[in-house]
């Protein structure tokens, strides 16, 4: 099948709120539909017709080189949805980058302990709990920080959530603080290549808790739990340790320290 053909129906795709609404206006089984987009399958003529009629084109003009048809529709509008119109620009770009970041997730979700180096406080381990789900044809997280510095008064919960996209073989989180509005973090990790997740590493940048506020980046792993948790007990098992504590396994330990070999130019992830 054509490259620019099914390059030309993602971009025609981009003008509505998602693949899941053009096929289901079209008539046209979902994973068919994706075949077109994959440059797996080429649709029958009849199906081409359609398809043109549908977003207000030739059948002809969707064969076209990709650069020569961006331009084309770029010069006419194209038949979108009421939806689709009233999206702002915001919208639109992350609607894109859902089309091509949502397929392969589905088995990340469950739950996780998160650990990393904390960047509030030096020298000690944090383990958070995160929960990845699908909502609809998208993949959410939330992050759920426990902190209990003094081990006496009520400990504080931290609530972090997200939007996950699995693009070039590279997971990407980010997300940001629910209650104050004034943090955000950026999570990439390596995918899992084997059937069953276990760990998940990568790096993480974001902001210090602290006073100083400085933007830090920390290596980062993900421990997989399962789809379901007793979550009040393993919420319990969060916070921050010390590296001697015995608290945090010597191999946790061992693949989030940050850090770096005698002539290392940048600071990467662990594999």
């Not at 702002?88 to 302990?113: V, W």
């Not at 909502?135 to 920080?145: H, I, L, V």
Request: charged fraction near 25%; hydrophobic fraction near 35%.
């Amino acid at each position: 099948m054509s490259e620019d053909l099914a390059k030309n129906l993602q971009l025609l795709c981009s003008y509505y709120k998602s693949v899941a609404e053009v096929c289901r206006r079209l008539n046209i089984n979902r994973p068919q539909f994706n075949r077109y987009l994959n440059a797996t399958t080429m649709p029958s003529k009849n199906t081409l017709r359609r398809i043109g009629e549908f977003f207000g084109v030739e059948v002809e003009e969707m064969m076209l080189p990709q650069p020569q048809f961006s331009l084309l529709v770029q010069s006419r509008p194209i038949r979108q949805s009421a939806a689709q119109l009233s999206l702002t620009p915001e919208q639109k770009h992350i609607n894109r980058l859902n089309e091509s970041g949502q397929a392969g997730l589905s088995k990340y979700c469950g739950y996780y302990y998160e650990y990393y180096m904390s960047m509030a406080c030096p020298g000690q381990v944090l383990r958070t709990l995160v929960d990845i789900r699908s909502e609809g044809d998208k993949t959410y997280y939330q992050r759920t920080e426990r902190l209990n510095p003094d081990g006496v008064s009520k400990a504080f919960h931290g609530v972090y959530t997200g939007m996950v996209q699995l693009l070039s073989d590279r997971l990407f989180l980010m997300d940001y603080e629910q209650e104050t509005h004034v943090e955000m973090t950026q999570t990439i990790l390596y995918p899992s290549f084997q059937n069953r997740v276990a760990r998940l590493s990568g790096l993480r940048i974001g902001v210090s808790g602290s006073g100083e506020r400085a933007p830090c980046c920390a290596r980062v792993v993900y421990e997989y739990l399962g789809k379901s948790i007793q979550k009040k007990q393993v919420l319990s098992r969060c916070g921050l340790f010390d590296l001697d504590s015995g608290e945090i396994e010597k191999n946790m330990i061992s693949a989030i320290r940050n850090d770096m070999k005698e002539g290392d130019w940048h600071f990467r992830a662990k594999f």
